[in-house]
Nanobody, 124 residues
Framework: QVQLVESGGHLVQAGGSLRLSCAAS????????MGWYRQVPGKQRELVAA???????NYADSVKGRFTISRDNADNTVYLQMNSLKPEDTAVYYC??????????????????WGQGTQVTVSS
């Protein structure tokens, strides 16, 4: 299995910045895409930003121009730089990775892994 560990969530004032990190670990895997989602109580989890192996990125309209997703392929780590934070950005942020992994039988299979979540709170 591929494990994801997030870090960087914190309490910050509106207008401030935070950088989230997510490191993937495991054995014999390759990642096709990584992304950040967020969720607030009572609402569905929503995509914030994603980056595929070729480097193409996709952002939710609400964060375009403020958030930047990047990836270190060598370390299987994805980052989310969040600037000009707003109170409505308050949520639990989850890291996601999808790709292929080699099993003990020598076959390959798809994986879709999630991190445990990190809390981002933006005060007004």
């Amino acid at each position: 299995q591929v494990q994801l560990v997030e870090s960087g969530g914190h309490l910050v004032q509106a207008g401030g910045s935070l950088r989230l990190s997510c490191a993937a670990s495991g054995s014999r895997f390759s990642i096709n895409a990584m992304g950040w989602y967020r969720q607030v109580p009572g609402k569905q989890r929503e995509l914030v930003a994603a980056i595929i192996s070729g480097g193409s990125t996709n952002y939710a309209d609400s964060v375009k121009g403020r958030f930047t997703i990047s990836r270190d392929n060598a370390d299987n780590t994805v980052y989310l730089q969040m600037n000009s934070l707003k109170p409505e950005d308050t949520a639990v942020y989850y890291c996601n990775a999808v790709g292929r992994m080699r099993t003990l039988l020598g076959t390959t299979q798809h994986f879709d892994s999630w991190g445990q979540g990190t809390q981002v709170t933006v005060s007004s």
